[in-house]
């Protein structure tokens, strides 16, 4: 019987071998950036729910990817047990156990490190650990690998693979409350961009302001395809956006939200990467906003006559 590497042992150990190191940089990477939601650093102002969408698809994708790989290839260890000392297979384990093994020196010594030189902090600390425990379980399952098959050996196998898993589902679990559920973010992407189009409908009804030295009776006179500049409907309804002037320089926006926006922390430092300014906060539903234009801030523009 023909027992050297197969062309389907080479892209099962190869697929298996990728799906392991992108879901534990991804599991790692989520987990980071709940750490910086729960511990804001002042010198990182903004996060982005893409940071945490990303590691959530990946893993929700690479994990049953990963495990039915392996199940395929135990299945073949099965039938031949020649399978185990492939070349391909100990090449993958040996590889996988080095990079693992100096993943967790490398943690370990910058832990030692930080430490000694007085910098170290809870945030830093949680980072640490969160490296140190995906490297380590990666680290004894595949020791476990080359350790001659018996009962115990398959048992502890079996609580690493499932410890594995509930790492996973804590994470995923975790960024879905940070970012909420796809209807959520959904939702949140609408009201995102009411609120893009209403800044950019107040830029053009102050340079109106400066070249006219009134305001727009209606909306419809910024409209401008020569400047190729037409006015935005609501994302969702298609609805115009509510405007009406208020006073020789005071004027008012309206729009309907689906979500409150509200400052969830105050006092804190980091804040979504599309967080509006505070101008822009609103309730759920009708929202209006009242804006008076500052002569002083924004001048008219005096237009010389060109006399021939």
């Known amino acids: 019987m023909n027992t050297g590497t197969t062309p389907k042992d080479f892209f099962l150990h190869l697929g298996a071998t990728i799906a392991l190191y992108a879901s534990a940089i991804a599991l790692i990477n989520l987990a980071f950036e709940s750490i910086n939601r729960a511990l804001p650093d002042a010198l990182s102002n903004y996060w982005s729910a893409n940071s945490i969408v990303w590691p959530i698809s990946m893993l929700i994708v690479l994990i049953p990817v990963l495990y039915s790989i392996e199940w395929v290839i135990g ?3 099965s039938k031949i047990i020649e399978k185990k000392d492939i070349w391909i297979r100990r090449w993958r384990i040996y590889l996988t156990l080095f990079l693992t093994g100096a993943t967790i020196v490398g943690d ?36 476990l690998e080359r350790i001659t098959d018996s009962s115990k050996n398959k048992k502890w196998k079996m609580i690493l693979a499932w410890l594995s898993i509930i790492l996973v589902i804590v994470g995923i679990v975790d960024g879905f409350i ?8 959904r939702v949140q992407r609408f009201d995102e961009q009411r609120i893009n189009d209403l800044t950019n409908v107040q830029r053009q009804i ?17 409209n401008d395809p020569v400047g190729n500049y037409l006015l935005p409907q609501d994302p969702d309804t298609r609805a115009p956006y ?15 939200f689906d979500l409150q926006l509200q400052d969830p922390c105050p006092n804190c430092a ?24 500052d002569p002083s801030k924004y001048p008219v523009i005096q237009k010389q006559v060109i006399i021939k």
């Not at 970012?179 to 973010?185: D, K, M, N, R």
Request: hydrophobic fraction near 40%; glycine fraction near 4%; aromatic fraction near 12%.
């Open 206 to 222: 102050t340079n109106y302001w400066q070249n006219t030295g009134k305001l727009p009776q209606t909306l419809d006179v910024l």
């Open 242 to 256: 509510e405007y009406s002037v208020k006073g020789p320089n005071s004027f008012e926006l309206c729009a309907s």
């Open 75 to 77: 299945r073949d260890i």
């Open 108 to 143: 370990l010594i910058a832990l030692i490190n930080t430490y000694l030189n007085g910098e170290i902090s809870s945030r830093f600390v949680y980072k640490v650990l969160i490296v140190l425990i995906v490297s380590a379980v990666i680290f004894a399952y595949y020791l």
């Open 270 to 293: 980091t804040k979504p990467m599309n967080y509006p300014v505070e101008s822009w906060i609103h309730t759920a539903g009708h929202a209006c906003f009242e804006r008076t234009i």
């Open 178 to 185: 940070i970012v909420g559920s796809p209807a959520t973010q």
